[in-house]
């Protein structure tokens, strides 16, 4: 069955109430028409719930607006959700991804994520390219997919709203790699699962890294909003000399602040029985005490790492939740330790994540209660780095 405005529904029931099922919910493919974004194609999802969250079809596939009721999760930068054909790759030192940073998800990836690196190309064997220079998290948040479908599944009582496509990251004698991506949610919740594939097409064995950017906004991040996640040290920070400058602890969350420069933690994350890695970011006091919360669920074989990170700069307030295939340093630090992955060709690698609202203090407590059954969060405010690598 599914629920909706407070009750159970069979299919006949919910067909008979409406032609559509689209006055309820529904996969609305409609295309941007004006500013930087112009001509980007987008999916908007809606549950029925008051959730929705908006498909960038031509930035990879990631999810650019997502709102609760009203109320926004996903974060909106200055540079709104820009056309990759604006896009210049190489631009300002390997910056300018930053000039296409908006959302609540953004991609790092394929064979590189995290800070520019300039990596040596021997296994393409084309000689006139010694080296691979990759810019900031990578090249796929600015590649267009194909979009191979979407639309509604109905399952007995319950329908699963979906959509997929294919996003390709390749070159003549260097990558071919394939991200397969595909939304699903159910007619009914506030939440979605993010299934991806990244594949292999080429004959070059190639590395692969990969990122998820996850960038909450106000509301949900708001002054006394707090990072709830099973955390057993924190072997990283970007600020560890000056862990307590700006007064901004990893636990709760700050107001905006001027000339705020960005905080990047490395936390190592216990996992539940099944695996499972439940991070959230919770604001009890949203509407006068009524609480929201936003949930993040990776699988600890898929994503071992977990970075959080905090731009409390006016204009651009945000906090990330970033899983992560490998440490914070990057490729260089993950050659050392032998920890780089590489993919042979047609070798994938698979990633399931599930995202989620918390509405109201009771899901709120409950997910706290969850995470500290994993784990005890550690209660203060500056973790002491450990610089302790554990895998």
């Given at each position: 069955?599914?629920?909706?405005?407070?009750?159970?529904?069979?299919?006949?029931?919910?067909?008979?109430?409406?032609?559509s099922l689209?006055?309820f919910a529904?996969?609305?493919?409609?295309?941007?028409?004006?500013?930087?974004?112009?001509g980007?194609?987008?999916?908007?999802?809606?549950?029925?719930?008051?959730?929705?969250?908006?498909?960038?079809?031509?930035?990879?596939?990631?999810?650019?607006?997502?709102?609760?009721?009203?109320?926004?999760?996903?974060?909106?930068?200055?540079?709104?959700?820009?056309?990759?054909?604006?896009?210049?790759y190489?631009d300002?030192?390997?910056?300018?991804?930053?000039?296409?940073?908006?959302?609540?998800?953004?991609?790092g990836?394929?064979?590189?994520?995290?800070?520019?690196?300039?990596?040596?190309?021997?296994?393409?064997?084309?000689t006139?390219r010694?080296?691979?220079?990759?810019?900031?998290?990578?090249?796929?948040?600015?590649?267009?997919?194909?979009?191979?479908?979407y639309?509604?599944?109905?399952?007995?009582?319950?329908?699963?709203?979906?959509?997929?496509?294919?996003?390709?990251?390749?070159?003549?004698?260097g990558?071919?790699?394939?991200?397969?991506?595909?939304?699903?949610?159910?007619?009914?919740?506030?939440?979605?699962?993010?299934?991806?594939?990244?594949?292999?097409?080429?004959f070059?064995?190639?590395?692969?890294?990969?990122?998820?950017?996850?960038?909450?906004?106000?509301?949900v991040l708001?002054?006394?909003?707090?990072?709830?996640?099973?955390?057993?040290?924190?072997?990283?920070?970007?600020?560890?000399?000056?862990?307590?400058?700006q007064?901004?602890?990893?636990?709760t969350?700050?107001?905006?602040?001027?000339?705020?420069?960005?905080?990047?933690?490395?936390?190592?994350?216990?996992?539940?029985?099944?695996?499972?890695?439940?991070?959230?970011?919770?604001?009890?006091g949203?509407?006068?005490?009524r609480?929201?919360?936003?949930?993040?669920?990776?699988?600890?074989?898929?994503?071992?790492?977990?970075?959080?990170?905090?731009?409390?700069?006016?204009?651009?307030?945000?906090?990330?939740?970033?899983?992560?295939?490998?440490?914070?340093?990057?490729?260089?630090?993950?050659?050392?330790?032998?920890?780089?992955?590489?993919?042979e060709?047609?070798?994938e690698?698979?990633?399931t994540?599930?995202?989620?609202?918390?509405?109201?203090?009771?899901?709120?407590?409950?997910?706290e209660?969850?995470?500290?059954?994993?784990?005890?969060?550690?209660?203060?405010?500056?973790?002491?780095?450990?610089?302790r690598?554990?895998?």
């Open positions: 069955m599914t629920q909706l405005f407070g009750r159970s529904h069979s299919r006949r029931e919910l067909a008979a109430r409406a032609g689209a006055q529904g996969v609305q493919l409609s295309t941007l028409g004006d500013g930087v974004e112009r980007i194609r987008c999916l908007e999802f809606r549950t029925g719930t008051g959730f929705s969250f908006r498909v960038l079809v031509d930035r990879a596939m990631d999810v650019g607006a997502c709102e609760y009721k009203g109320a926004a999760i996903g974060w909106q930068s200055p540079t709104g959700f820009r056309h990759p054909g604006l896009h210049e190489s300002e030192g390997g910056l300018s991804w930053l000039r296409s940073f908006s959302g609540l998800i953004v991609t990836g394929l064979d590189h994520t995290l800070f520019m690196d300039r990596d040596t190309a021997d296994h393409y064997h084309y006139p010694p080296a691979v220079d990759s810019s900031l998290h990578g090249r796929i948040a600015n590649i267009p997919a194909r979009l191979t479908g639309g509604e599944r109905w399952d007995g009582d319950e329908c699963v709203l979906w959509c997929e496509g294919v996003v390709q990251q390749a070159t003549v004698f990558e071919d790699l394939h991200l397969v991506r595909r939304y699903e949610a159910r007619v009914g919740e506030s939440a979605f699962t993010l299934h991806d594939r990244v594949v292999n097409h080429g070059y064995r190639t590395p692969h890294m990969f990122l998820y950017h996850i960038n909450v906004g106000h509301p708001d002054e006394g909003s707090r990072y709830v996640a099973p955390v057993r040290h924190t072997p990283w920070a970007a600020h560890a000399a000056a862990l307590q400058a007064q901004v602890g990893y636990r969350q700050s107001a905006p602040k001027p000339n705020f420069h960005e905080q990047v933690f490395e936390h190592a994350m216990a996992a539940d029985a099944q695996g499972k890695i439940p991070v959230g970011l919770v604001n009890p949203f509407d006068g005490g609480g929201i919360g936003f949930t993040v669920e990776v699988n600890r074989d898929e994503f071992p790492y977990q970075f959080q990170w905090q731009n409390y700069q006016e204009g651009q307030y945000a906090m990330g939740i970033e899983p992560s295939t490998n440490h914070v340093l990057g490729k260089p630090f993950a050659k050392t330790r032998d920890e780089l992955r590489w993919l060709h047609g070798e690698r698979r990633y994540t599930r995202f989620g609202v918390l509405d109201g203090s009771a899901e709120i407590q409950a997910f209660r969850r995470v500290q059954a994993i784990c005890a969060q550690p209660a203060q405010e500056f973790p002491p780095v450990t610089g690598w554990d895998d």
